[in-house]
């Protein structure tokens, strides 16, 4: 018997910056991410992404992969700079007919194409204005997305406009870990703002283009108390408003929760109107048909003093108890189980997507030419039953996106990092698939859990994956 429902879509996910390579092919602009990465010291290891994969020319290899591991959706990004390479504007046929080849070609094969159109890399152009502090690029982002969705919306049935607005606020316009490199509070919040109300806009703008269900991905991450002191249990709470609930309850209805609404006007020492204008919040609501969720783990909670570097009154600590991929993430499947009930609880009818889960775990390839990356193996098979568990308990989960398809440029941390269910030699451009993705491709085969045999030779798990094994 089937552990997920029929019609449950299995896929793995990428975005376009950190796959595609080819900066200077078919007319594409310059965006955010190149202008960032040429700050020295920016990017660990000191490398960028324009080559990165080598997607943007390998593409079919990629799709081929997807083919071969029984997979049955693919999310990937459109690059905003090579359909507008100002931004605004001019519309960059060739960049539009790329993805277009490959929406097709997905499609060809039964494969579900699942489209984010912001996955981080607006157009250099952009910040002449401020970026997403500036509430005029809501406009252009509409624009962008119209444009996508007038090509493309006949047969994308899954739209994400925005991955990750919390990522985007925090490390980009609030700590300037990530591009643009701002480092400003106020910034910060108009950024998450001006990213919800694009997801608005833009909404309203495709839906004269496609039938497709539109959302927006959300990081999400159960925020626990570190005690059941009451100050650490308001910690968690706060946390929560900030990193759930400020996007969620705008996104899903609801309006912006005034708790965190208070937090934020307290560190920024004013009142949000000049920012949150009367009107906003029913322009960002009302407008997602699902909810993509993005899930790597929780954060346990403290109370602590509010300083220069902390302007809310909490502080993240280490859970002492969980196990640790390799870059130290806290692993906690059944914190996605409580996660995926509290949304159906909370927000009762929204489809739940999850677009991205995944780890962090350095294996390469072995004597035998393969990577048994059983650590992997584990992980995806504990969070695929924490998925299974939600759904035997009643949340609408309607598919599960694998990050990443392919081990691929991690934005700040470089090369390094690699979550990839398929390796990639980044001196050749090869792939080579790992055990697993032959375990997932072996999963969505069956349609249910199956275990993992270490004594199977590996060449009779998956037998179409001759080609890339
Ligand atoms: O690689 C990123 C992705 O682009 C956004 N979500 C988190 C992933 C892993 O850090």
């Not at 739940?352 to 775990?361: R, V």
């Not at 590996?458 to 001759?466: F, H, N, T």
Request: proline share 6%; with cysteine; aromatic share 10%.
């Amino acid at each position: 018997m089937s552990d997920f429902s029929d019609g449950f879509l299995w896929g793995a996910a990428t975005s376009a910056y950190q796959t595609e390579g080819s900066f200077d092919v078919d007319g594409r602009g310059r965006s955010v991410w190149e202008d960032f990465a040429d700050r020295p010291g920016a990017i660990e290891g000191g490398g960028d992404a324009s080559v990165a994969c080598d997607s943007y020319r390998r593409w079919p290899e990629d799709i081929a992969l997807l083919e071969q591991l029984n997979l049955g959706a693919y999310r990937f990004s459109l690059a905003w700079s090579r359909i507008m390479p100002e931004g605004t504007g001019a519309v960059e046929q060739r960049g539009l007919d790329h993805y277009e080849r490959i929406v097709d070609a997905l499609l060809e094969r039964g494969i579900t194409p699942v489209v984010t159109l912001n996955h981080w890399d607006m157009p250099s152009a952009l910040m002449a204005c401020g970026g997403w502090a500036a509430r005029r690029t809501v406009d252009a982002f509409a624009e962008y997305a119209d444009t996508a969705a007038e090509r493309l919306g006949d047969r994308v049935p899954w739209w994400i406009t925005q991955n990750e607005p919390w990522i985007i606020q925090l490390l980009g316009y609030q700590l300037g870990l990530h591009a643009p490199g701002v480092r400003d509070l106020g910034a910060a919040l108009a950024a998450g703002h001006h990213l919800l109300l694009a997801h608005g806009a833009a909404t309203d703008a495709m839906r004269t283009h496609t039938t497709g269900r539109i959302g927006a991905a959300l990081n999400l991450l159960p925020c626990i108390p570190a005690s059941s002191d009451p100050a650490d249990v308001e910690a968690a709470r706060g946390s929560d408003g900030y990193v759930n609930r400020w996007f969620l309850e705008p996104l899903l209805g609801r309006g912006y929760p005034p708790d965190m609404r208070a937090h934020w006007e307290r560190a920024l020492g004013r009142n949000l109107d000049e920012v949150i204008r009367d009107g906003d919040e029913s322009r960002i609501a009302g407008r997602s048909d699902f909810l993509a969720v993005n899930y790597y783990t929780h954060r346990v909670m403290q109370a602590a003093p509010i300083g220069p570097d902390r302007p809310f009154p909490w502080q993240v600590v280490a859970d002492p108890s969980a196990a640790r991929t390799d870059e130290g993430t806290e692993i906690v499947p059944e914190s996605l189980t409580e996660l995926l009930l509290r949304l159906h609880h909370d927000y009762p009818g929204v489809p739940l997507m999850i677009t991205e889960n995944g780890a962090i775990y350095g294996d390469s390839p072995t004597h035998d030419g393969r990577v048994h990356d059983v650590r992997r193996i584990r992980y995806l098979r504990m969070h695929l039953q924490a998925v299974r568990d939600a759904l035997a308990q009643g949340a609408p989960v309607v598919g599960y996106m694998h990050w990443s398809l392919l081990d691929n440029f991690e934005w700040a941390l470089g090369y390094r990092p690699r979550f990839g269910l398929v390796y990639v030699d980044y001196r050749t451009g090869d792939r080579i698939v790992k055990d697993s993705a032959r375990y997932y491709a072996e999963i969505v085969r069956a349609g249910h859990l199956v275990e993992w045999d270490h004594k199977r030779p590996i060449g009779q798990v998956v037998d179409s994956l001759g080609a890339f094994g």
